[in-house]
């Protein structure tokens, strides 16, 4: 956490409501009000279907009637966590100079220049999150191996497809006897015990398997994540307003895709926020009529119901807390001026007040 720092050149920055203006050699301290970041993580699945290269002969030799006829991908869009990350909002900065009662040594400040607390202890610098990348999937740890299918020395003198199919094929009915004879125990050298004979099935259970995905294919299905950010709440001294957009587009053959593809639907996220009226008082409402106020500010946040929306289906919702559709209020300076100063802490994610205490 940050303690505090002092900014010692001439510099304006300009918020949506008022300008900071800190003049040349005048030592202050910059804080900002926080922001709100919808941060929405989309789960979907990918299902696989996968063409045996002995498909042609799985009907005759192995009697299928199950299996995989052409190669086929198919994205299915399940749902999505509604999230949220902080910055600092750049439009909103408090500058607080030093001033006869208020020691603004003890003002916290965390690593993006938020304030988060008073006269309480600095916290120990937290973890660094995991990198939240906007269009990024979930990151997965593949070991690579080889694998060489079980395939007897007949298999690799056949000449032809066919014929490599048949002796395949003959490899499967000699693993299923094997099984039955093991499982009747009709055999001379059977495993030692029960847990032998399960990891012997197993391994009998597996070669048969990749045999026969030969003739019937593969079938998979995965589960992924899409993630991004989306920065577009904002004030616009409307106190209750909702908005709709199209800003994502999915299709069962592409997975997420862009707007120009037919074969995609739209992805629509609705937002109806409630605003706090954006008038920053010249008093405290809740301290006694015409008591200075301080330089210290708190922030009451607005809320917003946030909907997520593909093909008529709802896909998620939630009800957050806005810093950026809040006001900023000032406390009185009287609380910072006492013989016994106060604790106070506040949200970083929305600057609310959490706690006063001494």
Do not use: C
Not at 29 to 53: R, S
């Amino acid at each position: 956490m940050k303690k505090l720092f002092f900014v010692l050149v001439g510099m304006m920055m300009i918020g949506a409501m008022q300008a900071t203006i800190i003049e040349e050699n005048e030592p202050a301290l910059i804080y900002y009000t926080p922001k709100t970041v919808l941060a929405l993580d989309f789960t979907y699945t990918v299902e696989k279907e996968e063409v045996g290269p002995y498909a042609k002969f799985a009907a005759d030799m192995l009697g299928a009637t199950d299996f995989v006829k052409e190669n086929k991908t198919v994205y299915t869009l399940k749902n999505v966590m509604i999230g949220t990350k902080t910055e600092a909002d750049p439009t909103r900065p408090h500058k607080v100079v030093p001033e006869k009662g208020l020691d603004i040594q003890l003002l916290r400040l965390n690593e993006k220049n938020l304030l988060v607390g008073f006269n309480v202890p600095a916290e120990t610098e937290k973890a660094a999150a995991p990198k939240f990348q906007n269009g990024k999937k979930e990151e997965k740890t593949n070991k690579t191996s080889i694998h060489v299918a079980p395939y007897p020395e007949e298999v690799l003198k056949a000449s032809t497809p066919q014929a490599q199919a048949y002796e395949i094929a003959k490899q499967i009915f000699h693993i299923r006897e094997t099984r039955m004879y093991l499982l009747s125990g009709e055999v001379e050298h059977a495993p030692a015990d029960g847990k032998a004979m399960e990891l012997v099935l197993a391994e009998l259970d597996k070669q048969e398997r990749e045999l026969t995905e030969l003739f019937v294919g593969k079938r998979s299905v995965t589960t992924e994540h899409k993630r991004i950010m989306w920065d577009h709440i904002t004030h616009d001294n409307h106190m209750v307003r909702a908005s709709q957009k199209d800003f994502l587009y999915f299709s069962e053959e592409n997975g997420f895709t862009d707007k120009d593809n037919i074969d995609a639907d739209s992805i629509t996220i609705f937002v109806g926020h409630r605003a706090q009226e954006y008038t920053i008082p010249r008093t405290d409402k809740n301290s006694k009529k015409g008591e200075a106020l301080s330089q210290i500010s708190y922030n009451l946040p607005g809320s917003a119901i946030v909907r997520i929306i593909y093909q008529g289906r709802l896909l998620g919702e939630r009800t957050i807390p806005v810093a950026q559709l809040g006001i900023d209020i000032p406390l009185p300076k009287s609380l910072f001026t006492g013989k016994e100063l106060p604790k106070i802490v506040f949200s970083e994610k929305t600057g609310n007040i959490i706690s006063i205490s001494k």
